[in-house]
């Protein structure tokens, strides 16, 4: 199964990997985009998902040994997942959306550093993985605009009803109790009992 931890800057996807690691492995193993693709310098759309491609390709590699991978810490969408070259060797996708609230992404953003000039842009891909969680259709141009030429955007079609994923608000949530949450989600995820969903198409 390929489990993913998506959501927007702030929401706290590196730190909830780095926290349930341990945890989850060895059935699991647990990266980001940079540890299955080098950086590009800088970082492009191109490249997360060319990363993405390659986080898949992993996760089939795993799972022909009963194994499983955990993508978090980079803001990947569900739809790049779907959309991957080899996303139909999946058994199943599984997806949890970390979100917060539009202050608390802030107040997180500039605790870190970020520049504030960007807010803006950082809340309004908060706003649209809201949507996305609910219609994998949801201006897709986001995404598919400058995008790999590798990718199956016609696939996200397909998916109707079976797109369901998990939302954890993380606003009022200690980073403890915010990777609590997630460790169950993931058992429960790989017990069957939590929504997940396959890749079909070429």
């Given at each position: 199964?390929?489990?993913?931890?998506?959501?927007?800057?702030?929401?706290?996807?590196?730190?909830?990997?780095?926290?349930?690691?341990?945890?989850?492995?060895?059935?699991?193993?647990?990266?980001?985009?940079?540890?299955?693709?080098?950086?590009?310098?800088?970082?492009?759309?191109?490249?997360?998902?060319?990363?993405?491609?390659?986080?898949?390709?992993?996760?089939?590699?795993?799972?022909?040994?009963?194994?499983?991978?955990?993508?978090?810490?980079d803001p990947v969408a569900a739809a790049e997942v779907v959309a991957a070259p080899s996303a139909p060797s999946l058994d199943a996708i599984a997806v949890c959306l970390l979100d917060l609230s539009?202050?608390?992404?802030?107040?997180?953003?500039?605790?870190?550093?970020?520049?504030?000039?960007?807010?803006?842009?950082?809340?309004?891909?908060?706003?649209?993985?809201?949507?996305?969680?609910?219609?994998?259709?949801?201006?897709?141009?986001?995404?598919?605009?400058?995008?790999?030429?590798?990718?199956?955007?016609?696939?996200?079609?397909?998916?109707?009803?079976?797109?369901?994923?998990?939302?954890?608000?993380?606003?009022?949530?200690?980073?403890?109790?915010?990777?609590?949450?997630?460790?169950?989600?993931?058992?429960?995820?790989?017990?069957?009992?939590?929504?997940s969903f396959r890749a079909t198409g070429a």
């Amino acid at each position: 199964m390929f489990l993913l931890i998506t959501g927007a800057s702030g929401a706290g996807k590196s730190t909830v990997r780095a926290m349930v690691d341990q945890e989850l492995s060895p059935l699991v193993e647990c990266v980001e985009l940079t540890h299955v693709l080098p950086l590009s310098a800088p970082p492009t759309l191109v490249w997360r998902q060319q990363a993405t491609e390659a986080a898949v390709r992993r996760a089939v590699e795993l799972q022909a040994e009963g194994r499983h991978l955990l993508l978090a810490g980079d803001p990947v969408a569900a739809a790049e997942v779907v959309a991957a070259p080899s996303a139909p060797s999946l058994d199943a996708i599984a997806v949890c959306l970390l979100d917060l609230s539009p202050d608390a992404q802030a107040t997180r953003l500039a605790h870190r550093g970020d520049d504030p000039a960007l807010l803006h842009h950082h809340h309004a891909f908060a706003e649209w993985m809201r949507r996305h969680a609910d219609d994998p259709l949801h201006m897709t141009n986001v995404i598919s605009t400058g995008a790999w030429e590798q990718m199956r955007w016609e696939r996200l079609s397909d998916l109707g009803s079976d797109w369901q994923m998990t939302t954890i608000d993380t606003t009022d949530m200690t980073r403890p109790a915010v990777a609590d949450e997630v460790l169950g989600w993931c058992r429960q995820a790989l017990e069957g009992r939590t929504p997940s969903f396959r890749a079909t198409g070429a």
